[in-house]
């Protein structure tokens, strides 16, 4: 242990003559750790819904969208494996959706129909009850498109505006669904719930429903044709790279759209909230801060006696600031591991117990999602260690420059 050190941690345990320099000390203590717990739960809320709107949205969405300018492309499954044999493509599937209204006893709503082929592609979607997507999905390939009803997977919160439920049914009318005379509206069609998914997310929930992919191909008279494909990459945060080798293989009748761009207004709405928080709950960190410095004037107006006796001892001024910055450094570290403590078990409430719920359609999510991240917790902890250290500048330099003989005048 190093004299400054040891110095230091004789002045913390000293009692002080003047017993409002104990109390300030233990008011900054507290002051910067409120401010670390509060801050490592708010990062911890915004990190939360970002990962979470991320998950849920690419658990839905494809990674890229492939579409062809204007037209339909027919006889797809050449085009389907040069994207495949692309470096990290993981799936390909053809993007068949279309757009109807749906009509049950409950009501009209509008939907937006996707098809999937649960062969291609596994998507990561929350289902109500036991049954699981891709099995329902897989079970209606194998049955005859022409025969009885579609199976559709809707949204809860579309099936509860329609007062439906597994095994009832529904009419859809099927916007731009090809027919022989385009005068006449498109026939109504019957669909039967066999499944309800819940994504938490208000804009799937109450718009989508799920139908086969041969199914949906069957409903809009377009065998054979699909509006583009949908891509699924090992790697989401480097869609761009892949995009741009998918249209080397395809030509210039391609374009490619990625999950980054069709969101990019919401996640850096997001990014910049979780900035905003960082700099506005910090502030609360800089008043503790205050507190730091005043505990260490009062605390170097205090032994100036015994800051005369450590220089005559033969102390030099370096010596004696950096006692006072470690004892700054001491109560600012007191501070973040109080801090850390409090928000961590904040967090494990939060995340283990969702109580906090949200309104859907106005917050995306309808429970309150919590993540923390390791880069996170170092760069409060780092940034509340500098901002302790650098209250503790001034007391540290007042102390140097006091002389030996200032200590008689507080004998």
Same mark, same amino acid.
């Given at each position: 242990?190093s ?6 941690r ?6 002080s003559r003047?017993?409002?320099?104990p109390?300030i000390?233990i008011?900054?203590t507290?002051g910067?750790?409120v401010?670390v717990m509060?801050?490592?739960v ?7 819904f970002?990962?979470?709107?991320k998950r849920?949205i690419?658990g ?5 969208t492939v ?5 339909w ?8 494996r ?15 959706y279309a757009?109807g ?12 129909l996707?098809?999937v ?5 596994r998507l ?8 699981d997507?891709?099995?329902l999905?897989?079970?209606? &390939? ?5 025969q ?11 099936a ?5 439920g ?5 009419l ?5 669904a090809?027919?022989?005379?385009p005068?006449q509206?498109?026939?109504m069609?019957?669909l ?6 819940d994504t938490?997310m ?16 069957h409903?809009?008279?377009i065998t ?7 891509v699924?990459? &090992?790697?989401?945060d480097?869609v761009?790279?892949i995009?741009?080798? #998918? ?11 990625d999950?980054?761009?069709?969101h990019?207004?919401?996640?850096h709405?997001?990014?910049l909230?979780?900035?905003m928080m960082y ?6 960190i ?5 507190n $730091?410095?005043s505990?260490?004037?009062m605390?170097?107006k ?5 800051i005369? #006796?450590l220089?005559v001892?033969?102390? &030099? ?16 570290l ?14 494990l ?13 106005v917050y995306f ?6 993540? $923390? ?6 760069? $409060?902890?780092?940034?509340?260690l ?6 503790s500048?001034?007391?540290a330099?007042?102390a140097?420059?006091?002389k030996p003989?200032d ?5």
């Amino acid at each position: 242990m190093s004299f400054e050190t040891f110095v230091a941690r004789r002045f913390l345990k000293i009692k002080s003559r003047r017993k409002l320099v104990p109390l300030i000390t233990i008011l900054a203590t507290l002051g910067v750790a409120v401010g670390v717990m509060v801050l490592i739960v708010v990062i911890a809320v915004m990190t939360g819904f970002q990962s979470e709107l991320k998950r849920r949205i690419l658990g839905i969405e494809a990674h890229l969208t492939v579409m062809r300018y204007n037209q339909w492309v027919e006889n797809y499954q050449p085009e389907m494996r040069k994207v495949e044999q692309v470096p990290g493509v993981t799936s390909v599937q053809p993007l068949v959706y279309a757009q109807g209204m749906l009509r049950a006893a409950g009501g009209l709503s509008a939907v937006m129909l996707k098809g999937v082929d649960p062969e291609r592609v596994r998507l990561q979607v929350h289902m109500v009850g036991d049954r699981d997507l891709d099995a329902l999905l897989a079970q209606e &390939n194998t049955e005859n498109a022409s025969q009885g009803a579609t199976g559709v997977v809707l949204g809860k919160v579309l099936a509860d505006k329609l007062k439906v439920g597994v095994g009832d049914g529904l009419l859809v009318m099927v916007v731009g669904a090809q027919q022989v005379d385009p005068r006449q509206l498109p026939a109504m069609q019957r669909l039967k719930v066999i499944g309800l998914f819940d994504t938490g997310m208000h804009q799937y929930d109450g718009v989508m429903g799920f139908v086969s992919l041969k199914r949906l191909q069957h409903m809009m008279g377009i065998t054979n044709r699909a509006a583009g494909f949908e891509v699924r990459v &090992n790697d989401v945060d480097h869609v761009e790279a892949i995009g741009r080798r #998918i249209l080397g293989q395809l030509g210039p009748n391609y374009w490619v759209s990625d999950w980054k761009y069709m969101h990019r207004n919401l996640f850096h709405m997001l990014g910049l909230q979780k900035l905003m928080m960082y700099v506005i709950l910090t502030l609360i960190i800089v008043v503790a801060s205050f507190n $730091i410095a005043s505990a260490l004037i009062m605390m170097v107006k205090d032994k100036v006696k015994d800051i005369a #006796i450590l220089k005559v001892m033969g102390a &030099n001024s370096q010596s004696i600031q950096r006692i006072f910055l470690r004892k700054g450094l001491a109560i600012g570290l007191a501070g973040i591991c109080l801090g850390c403590c409090g928000g961590l078990i904040l967090y494990l409430i939060l995340d283990r117990y969702p109580f906090i719920e949200l309104p859907g359609d106005v917050y995306f999510l309808t429970t309150l999602p919590v993540r $923390i991240a390791a880069l996170d917790l170092a760069v $409060i902890a780092l940034g509340t260690l500098v901002i302790c250290v650098a209250a503790s500048v001034y007391p540290a330099l007042q102390a140097a420059r006091l002389k030996p003989v200032d200590g008689v005048r507080y004998r």
